[in-house]
């Protein structure tokens, strides 16, 4: 927005200057032109630092990404499954359970891989459909596999990765849209209509936002928020006596009764 300004305040006193009245409709063009392509060279460069930096940011998420959520296993995660599926064949179902819980807890605060996790999943799939095992078809193994695959796809983790991927992907696109117009024609509606705050009759354009943020509906304001702890109870309003007949009183006694 600065530079929109300092551009159109400089181009208002090009087109100020008392020279435009000796030239013709081609020199008028060649006395502006070296201004607007000072201008267009300006959001070029701009463009190419933010592109840059937007770039290795997304780079950096996609990467962070897809380690959440990659499926390769290492030789030594393998060896540590194999070892647990061993152990596993050695106990009870009672007692394995526990171990199993045990790994998924270390698996999702990240004391275990989650390549771990995955090559676990099939052994314990293997376990629950396989018939006379002690394992088969025990409704506990299959709520744990549930939650295995659950934490398998990356988590919470992964989900706040994607949703910064996509704010970054279309922060690219609006800043592209909007560098490309101020570069082709700085005045054009279609830029001035990229804007928040339109409802300001003084504002009519407002502000140049990229990736406005929706604010919730605002609450009350704190000063009018009632403190129980200092409201005064409401006193206890009791019933005039003669007010209820006794056939009333006997039905009422009945119903708590009952």
Known sequence: MAMLQRHAQQMAARRASPERAFLNPEGLKRFDQDVLEQHQKEFSDLEAKITAELETVMASLQAKLGT???????DEEMNEVTALAGRLRLLSPEIGLGEIIEF??????GERSRAELIALLPVLESAYQTPGSPWSGRD?????????ESLSDGGWQASVLEARLERSQKLAAEI???????KTDPTSSVLNAHVTGGADPDRAHGDYALLPELLPPDGPAV???EDWRTTEPKPFRRIAAGTISSEQRAADQAARAE
Do not use: H, P, S, W
């Open 68 to 74: 959440l959520r990659g499926n390769g296993v290492t």
């Open 104 to 109: 998924f807890d270390q698996v999702g605060v």
């Open 140 to 148: 506990e193994l299959r709520r744990l596999m549930a939650i295995g």
């Open 176 to 182: 592209a849209t909007f560098i490309y117009l101020a």
């Open 223 to 225: 000063e009018l928020k």
